[in-house]
């Protein structure tokens, strides 16, 4: 029996930290389940999942580990003692689990609704239901560390780049979506309102597929990648940097920042930063490359946002069927960022001992090969869920 399947067994097992972490079927979360699991951390883990059951908590999050590279042996090592059902959104279960959650020594909080759409549980889940979760966490006296993941685009538009980490924030209308908004609202909420709780946040950057696994656990935010090279035209020059992390990196970095005795902040940007952010043009040779292809170099376009609906003719010959309305709402909506042109320092990261992270040229080959089957509007899914 594993030694989460009973309250009372915590105690007896002086040695093996809990640690409970939110958002395992998902992208991040389920890049750092994979990872402490490799770590030989499984047994102490603890998953907060949205289910009925524990068991069919549990089938979702093998189903994902197992898009993380997990294997099965693995997959089949974790019991349904480690799932804690929760929904973020109705937190009424939280009274029914506070003693389950007093019993853990760090929370590597993971889940959130990450979406740019306009999606009406953003609010409730992001700011209300973490908050409601935090607030029962900040009770505990056994309690460590709070990894809260944040997001370095709550940092807002109209910055001047390399932006360093700041407990500033915008006003929530300047914000470019509700997301951001949200994800900026609840870091300022727990760190002014729950004195008691050992909140550290880390904000990741923007997260692209995975060293080894390429888009195969998610193909989140590839597509706009794919999309901009096959239209010929985007809103970014191509000599411009964007800032671009694998999953796998991000996952490395939380568990560092999570388990870490001592940190010298509590807040962190994990990101590719001055050192190993990629220009527009470099990716675009990496990409031609890995798909046996000419860059698209000169014939590259750089148009503006209003312009970006006179590509639309060419959508279908191009990138493939799919719905032009959907095509065009997204390719605004990640302008919108892509334009910002961020460069996200990340000096506080890698002195805290955390490896230098890799830039996105380094893998890129590995996200085109596991995308060939995948058209760009399907993988476009991704993050329109
Ligand atoms: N991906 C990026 O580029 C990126 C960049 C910066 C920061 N981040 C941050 O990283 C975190 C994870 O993002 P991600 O990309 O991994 O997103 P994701 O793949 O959509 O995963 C979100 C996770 O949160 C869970 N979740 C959503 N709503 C919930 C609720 N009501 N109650 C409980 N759990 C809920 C999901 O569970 P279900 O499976 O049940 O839906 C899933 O496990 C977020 O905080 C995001 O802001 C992501």
Redesign the pocket.
Known sequence: MNALTQGNMFTSVATREHILL????????GSVAAQLMADGQGAGLCF?V?ADTPHQGLERLRDNLRQHGVSERDCLALDAGQILC????DTSWLARETPRLMQMDRVIN?????SFSKNP?IWP?NVE?TFAFAEVLARSARLKRFLH?G??MCCGPERESPISESWEFPEAEQQLVDYTAS?AEIERRMREELPGLPLVVAR????VGHRSLGCQA?G??FWVFRMGFALESFTCGLDEQIDVIPVDYCAEALIGLARKPQLNHDLYHISAGHGSACTFAEIDRAFALANGAEPVGERYRKVGVDDLKSLANSFESRIGPANPRLVLRALRLYSGFADLNYLFDNSRLLEEGIAVPPRFTDYLEVCVRSSSEVSIAAQMQWDFK
């Open positions: 939110t958002g395992a079927t998902g992208f991040l979360g907060l949205r929760g929904d973020l959104l993971c889940a959130a609704v990450a549980t889940v239901g993941v997001t370095a994800k990741p950057s923007i997260v998610s989140s935010i």
